[in-house]
Every structure is written in structure tokens, then in C-alpha cells.
């Protein structure tokens, strides 16, 4: 909802200015990614693909991939 319908200039504004509202998109946003993520992770561990999840997860965005333990 936030990000379709709020500029990222708005937001910051909003944060900078320290308006409630600002406070409650980035709640929303925030709460929003959580769910995909754990519906992405739900879905990878039925599968039995929680490593390859793990793996592009974290090569997305850059980040080094940890060690992972096989069951």
C-alpha cells in the first residue's frame, strides 16, 4: 500500500518532519515486506528449497550469504 501509493520524497519528508504519519506508512510498509518474506520462507520449507531461498535472499540485496546447515 505505502510504496503504491507514496513518493520515497514524501516519506523522507514525512520522517524528517516527524509526523505520526510517516510513523504509520513505514509500520505498514514494514509489516507488509514481513509478510512476504515469511510466505516466501513457508513456501521454500514445504518445498524443501530453504537454502536456494536463503542463498537469493541475501544475493538480492547484496549481502555476503551465511553458512548453512543441512538437515
Same mark, same amino acid.
Given at each position: %500500500?505505502?510504496?503504491?501509493? %507514496?513518493?520515497?520524497?514524501?516519506? $523522507? $519528508?514525512?520522517?524528517?518532519?516527524? &509526523?505520526? /504519519? ?6 505498514? $510498509? ?6 512476504? *518474506? @515469511?510466505?516466501? /520462507?513457508?513456501?521454500?520449507? &514445504?518445498q524443501g528449497q530453504l537454502d536456494e531461498f536463503v542463498t537469493e535472499f %541475501?544475493?538480492?540485496?547484496? @549481502?555476503? *550469504?551465511?553458512? /548453512? &546447515?543441512?538437515?
Amino acid at each position: %500500500y505505502t510504496c503504491k501509493n %507514496y513518493s520515497r520524497s514524501y516519506l $523522507h $519528508h514525512l520522517d524528517k518532519c516527524n &509526523e505520526i /504519519l510517516g510513523a504509520r506508512l513505514n509500520t505498514i $510498509h514494514n509489516l507488509r515486506y514481513y509478510q512476504i *518474506v @515469511m510466505q516466501g /520462507l513457508r513456501d521454500a520449507i &514445504e518445498q524443501g528449497q530453504l537454502d536456494e531461498f536463503v542463498t537469493e535472499f %541475501y544475493q538480492q540485496k547484496d @549481502m555476503p *550469504v551465511p553458512a /548453512l &546447515e543441512s538437515a
